[in-house]
C-alpha cells in the first residue's frame, strides 16, 4: 500500500471515529461470508457502523485524536474490527448475541476492547459490565425522575387530603 494510501484511510478513520461517541474494538474473525453478512446488516438495523481496519492504521489514527487511547493499543493484535454507535450499550448487545449464537464455532473472545462513555474497558469480561452502561442522558433522567418524586407524592397527599376534609365537611353540614 502506498504512503499516499495510508494516510488517506488514517484521515478517514480520524473523521469517522469523530463522528461516534462510543467505540468497540472487536474480532470476528473466521467468519463465513453469510455470517458476515449477517452481522453487517444487524449492526446497521442498530445505526452501528462495522469497519474492518489494520491495526497499525487503527493506531495512527488514535495517535491523532485529542483523546490519549493508549490504554487499547495492547488490543490491537491480530484481527480487528470496529464497531462505531452514538448509543453506548448498542455494539455490546450485539457482540452478546453473536457470541451466544455462534458459541460453538467461535472458540475466541470477541470483543478486544471498548471507549464508552468517556471511559476505557479492556477484554473480553467486561462485556455484561458495558451491557448495562447507561447514557449520561439516562442517567440524568433517573436522577431528575428520584428529584421530583417526593415533591409528587406531597402534592399528591395535599390533593387527596383536600378531598377528605371537603368529603368530611360536607357530610357533617348535611347532617
Known amino acids: 500500500m502506498k504512503k499516499e494510501d495510508k494516510s488517506a484511510i488514517i484521515k478517514q478513520l480520524e473523521k469517522t471515529l469523530g463522528e461516534y461517541a462510543h467505540f468497540y474494538l472487536a474480532d470476528f ?3 463465513n461470508a453469510a455470517k458476515t453478512t449477517d452481522l453487517r446488516r444487524t449492526c446497521f438495523k442498530q445505526d452501528i457502523k462495522l469497519v474492518v481496519v489494520k491495526n497499525t492504521l487503527l493506531r495512527k489514527a488514535l495517535d491523532n485524536s485529542s483523546v490519549d487511547f493508549s490504554e487499547l493499543y495492547g488490543s490491537l493484535v491480530g484481527e480487528t474490527s470496529v464497531l462505531l454507535s ?5 455494539p455490546a448487545i450485539i457482540i452478546q448475541d453473536f457470541s451466544k449464537a455462534s458459541k460453538s464455532k467461535v472458540k475466541k473472545d470477541i470483543l478486544k476492547a ?5 471511559s476505557f474497558y479492556i477484554g473480553a469480561n467486561q462485556l455484561e459490565s ?3 452502561v447507561k447514557s449520561k442522558n439516562e442517567l440524568i433522567a433517573d436522577v431528575i425522575a428520584l428529584l421530583q418524586s417526593p415533591a409528587k407524592n406531597v402534592i399528591s397527599a395535599l390533593q387527596s387530603g383536600g378531598s377528605t376534609i371537603h368529603g368530611v365537611l360536607k357530610t ?3 347532617r
Open 172 to 174: 357533617l353540614s348535611e
Open 29 to 31: 474473525g473466521g467468519l
Open 86 to 90: 452514538n448509543i453506548g450499550n448498542a
Open 114 to 118: 471498548a471507549y464508552v462513555e468517556e
Open 130 to 132: 458495558l451491557i448495562h
